[in-house]
């Protein structure tokens, strides 16, 4: 079953969408009046000129895309982002450039997925205690397994 998300484009660009049949993500475009050159290690807010109106109970992710990070080492700063069901503000994306050279962005280049989940909000209930586990409070490396 297909969520419908009301979107208003206000690009000369595609609306997101699927690349393939069995994709999760949809490519979403910059939208931009002039290039963006990131240089190594610098990051930007890269504007879509998307808006959507997301149905409670989900959420839109925003995730890199693997092409763009291993050919030119763009990636999203905070995977995944969040876009909120109340959110109405424009999509934007923020790239950060981790390769050693200078890398361009133009108008219409595919920046980022958005991927669509369903999600449910918690309740906290405050304990003093919490029910005891064969793991228990090992972390990071707990299990020696690689």
């Not at 002039?34 to 930007?44: G, Y």
């Not at 109106?53 to 990636?75: D, F, M, N």
């Not at 050279?101 to 999600?119: C, M, P, S, T």
Request: proline share 5%.
């Amino acid at each position: 079953m297909a969520v419908e998300i009301k979107i208003i484009n206000q690009s000369s660009n595609p609306l997101p969408g699927y690349a393939t049949t069995g994709a999760s993500g949809m490519d979403v475009r910059a939208h931009l009046e002039a290039p963006v050159t990131l240089k190594s290690l610098e990051r930007a807010l890269i504007p879509t000129g998307i808006f959507m109106e997301i149905p409670e109970g989900y959420e839109v992710q925003v995730r890199p895309r693997s092409g763009l990070a291993i050919k030119q080492g763009l990636t999203c700063l905070n995977t995944p982002g969040t876009i909120d069901a109340d959110y109405r503000g424009e999509v934007k994306v923020i790239l950060i450039n981790l390769s050693n050279e200078e890398q361009v962005i133009q108008h219409g280049d595919r920046i980022a997925q958005l991927v669509v989940q369903k999600v449910e909000q918690a309740e906290w209930i405050e304990t003093v205690s919490l029910s005891e586990t064969v793991r228990a409070a090992g972390g990071f490396g707990h299990t020696g397994k690689q």
